[in-house]
């Protein structure tokens, strides 16, 4: 996976297309249950570092915030 994790994303099917150019998986089952779990991976990884960016936004927000108090208090 960390070898190919640039040509993986969210879609499923795309998943499957780069599965097949980068492995050689037989079983029709197995190859749609491994682009399942890379997909599902990978939106757990984008939705970490959506959370991770939200976090940080908003603590900027309460440091400009603080920073505006201290400056009319002043």
Do not use: C, P
């Amino acid at each position: 996976m960390s070898t190919y994790k640039g040509k993986f994303d969210t879609d499923f099917e795309h998943n499957k297309k780069i599965l097949n150019e980068v492995a050689v998986v037989r079983s029709k089952g197995l190859k749609n249950e491994i682009a399942g779990y890379i997909t599902s991976y990978l939106r757990r990884e984008l939705e970490e570092k959506e959370a991770k960016e939200e976090i940080v936004a908003q603590d900027e927000t309460v440091d400009d915030t603080e920073e505006i108090e201290e400056q009319i208090l002043n």
